[in-house]
């Protein structure tokens, strides 16, 4: 039987796990989200065909996992109204919310259920997505199976053993999306110096992005032999990698994730 999946918060990434879920088959009718305004939940209900509900202690009080999809901010109001309610059902808590520690999220809803934190990233909500997962103790093996379904309905799933390495995650995948963007500007722009016009270099770039990325993770190879591979010796690419090499790009990065880790450490 299926599990039956609150989903308190009915906004962008609840909207995109549970698009997902039921592209994989898990029925609508076993899925439930919650929101105080019914703005987000018509076009959940008449797109999708869940089950929608304003309370949300009473949307939890038969759910074998709750997907804690709120903004950070509201989320102890949100845990304390469902605390009784979640104390008695015991689900397994899936919080996708950035920032908020086991320990809060624990506190909050009475200490001692199963509870899963996710760091997810944008491209969740096209379906390539890409998550680091952490487990507290009291997490069975077949709940980890269940977080693992449901999360993959929307990209792929990496576990962690250390909550502190979800901070390594965002600097890895969280906030990753972002640096994506900035190399698609900037490459934009020196396209458009050498002569494109934007719009083609932009798509150019895009492009050739997600063939790099499809291509690398479809090789047996790793990063740098495929880099190799395309560095013909005296070539224009091997010219454009030495110019990239000797401007630090890779002490660049790694400065960069750097302070996106400690930033998300001094955040928690
Ligand atoms: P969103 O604003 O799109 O959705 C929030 C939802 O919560 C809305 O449906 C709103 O009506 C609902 N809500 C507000 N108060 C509520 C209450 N008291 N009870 C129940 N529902 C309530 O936000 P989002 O972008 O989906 O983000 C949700 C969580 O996901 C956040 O914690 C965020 O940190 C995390 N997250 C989002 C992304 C992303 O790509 N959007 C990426 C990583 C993490």
Known sequence: MASRVTFIG??????????????????????????????????????????????????????????LAVKPQIMRDVCEGMRDTLQRQRPLIISVAAGLTAESLQAWMGGGLPLVRCMPNTPSLVGAGAAGLFATPEVSAEQRDQATALLEAVGLVEWVE??????????????????????????????????????????????????????????????????????????TTERAIEHLEQAGLRRIMADAMEACAARAREMA
């Open 162 to 235: 250390e909550e502190g390495l979800l901070d390594a995650v965002t600097a890895v995948s969280g906030s990753a999306p972002a640096y994506f963007f900035l190399m698609f500007e900037a490459m934009e722009e020196a396209g458009v110096k050498l002569g494109l016009p934007a719009e083609t270099a932009r798509r150019l770039a895009m492009q050739t992005a997600l063939g790099a990325a499809r291509m690398a993770q479809g090789s047996e190879f790793p990063p740098d032999r495929l880099k190799r591979n395309v560095m013909s010796p005296g070539g």
């Open 10 to 67: 009915a906004g962008n990434m609840a909207g995109a796990i549970i698009g997902g879920m039921i592209d994989n088959g898990h029925p609508a009718t076993d899925i439930t989200a919650t929101s105080p305004s019914d703005d987000f939940l018509a076009p959940l209900r008449e797109r999708l065909g869940i089950h929608t509900a304003t309370d949300n202690a009473a949307a939890v009080a038969d759910a074998d996992i709750v997907v």
